[in-house]
């Protein structure tokens, strides 16, 4: 295979798993952002349901909790905290079917495998002696001598 080929399907595989986690992380941004605007809506529903008892309570009323405002908006977090738990819930799916759909593909040799999980070798590098004449320092001849005058001086830096 040439080069380019090498080229246009290592761009292929790249482009594919990045198009699926982009998707994932997309997915899980959205349902973080419905969290959000859930968390934000009990916060909401519990400020309510505080000043209603605190009114209550300075009003000196000993029914407050049988109250029907309190009964809804007690029945309204409810509502709420389940609906958060399924949010975590579908995260928790999203990442699960994006590493089964991961490793069955890693399984297979397919391309939606992440590049960065799998090591390519660059056969240039494979070779020891093709390698190690550029990656070595020359080591010099001859150890540098003493002057009359003092230290050892460097050819290099003198």
Known sequence: MSIWDDAKKNLAELYTVTADKTSELAKVTSRRYDKFGLSR????????????VYLAL?????DVLESPEVAALLARITDLEQELRRKEDEIEDIHREH???????AAAGGADVDPADTAQ???VMD???AAGAAAEEPVPDET????????????INP
Request: glycine residues 4%; hydrophobic residues 25%.
């Open 41 to 52: 809506d009990m916060e909401r529903q519990f400020s309510e349901l505080g000043s209603i």
């Open 58 to 62: 300075q009003q000196e009323q000993k």
């Open 144 to 155: 540098p001598e003493a002057d009359e005058d003092g230290p050892v001086k460097d050819e």
């Open 127 to 129: 070779d020891p002696s």
């Open 121 to 123: 070798s660059d056969p």
């Open 99 to 105: 590493a089964e759909r991961k490793a069955a593909a």
